[in-house]
């Protein structure tokens, strides 16, 4: 096995980990309404817990609202529970068959924290991309070790590996500044 085949296993594991950034970056909250602030919040209906958006189609209504139309009008009530139990600072109306949501605006404090969960949900995706790192390169060792790879072909493996999770870092850089300026404004 080749270094390049070694670094070129780990590139869709490595796309996986910017995916789940990007869901859960999502999830925070910012001044503005998005449905995916809502979409994965547990509900329990019937003795289950699903997910939001398998009971109802979440929706803008405005910049800072949110309507959320329950398939059936049975999941109303649980739905209105879960929203107003959930840490998102929400206060559901029931109107009729929905729901409407309006988010009031962020506290300065509010956004100190939220910054903060942002920098933890970044800092642990650098861990986890680390970690495909030194597998990576534990694997190119090996392969060295077994005399498969030549010495050269060994440090250009691992100056080509660097360049990859320099980019992924970059990536994540990219999706935590875009996130700090929704939060700021």
């Not at 080749?2 to 970056?25: G, H, S």
């Not at 509900?43 to 209504?61: D, H, M, R």
């Amino acid at each position: 096995m080749t270094y390049q085949e070694i670094i070129d296993q780990i590139k869709p594991e490595l796309d996986k980990v910017i995916n789940f950034l990007e869901r859960e970056v999502g999830k925070i909250r910012t001044s503005r309404a998005n449905p995916s602030l809502v979409e994965d919040l547990e509900v329990e209906c019937f003795g289950k817990i699903f997910p939001l958006k398998q009971l109802a189609s979440i929706s803008l209504a405005g910049p800072r609202q949110l309507q959320v139309q329950p398939w059936d009008k049975s999941y109303l009530e649980p739905i209105v529970a879960a929203l107003s139990q959930s840490n998102l600072g929400m206060n559901p109306i029931a109107d009729k068959d929905l729901i409407r949501i309006s988010l009031p605006q962020l506290s300065e404090e509010y956004r100190k924290d939220l910054l903060k969960i942002l920098s933890g949900k970044m800092e642990e995706t650098k861990r986890t991309i680390r970690r495909w790192r030194e597998e990576s390169w534990g694997k190119i060792q090996e392969e060295f070790r077994q005399g498969k790879i030549r010495e050269d072909d060994k440090f250009r493996g691992k100056d080509k590996l660097q360049e990859l999770i320099d980019e992924y870092n970059e990536k994540i850089e990219e999706i935590g500044e875009r996130k700090r300026k929704e939060i700021l404004e």
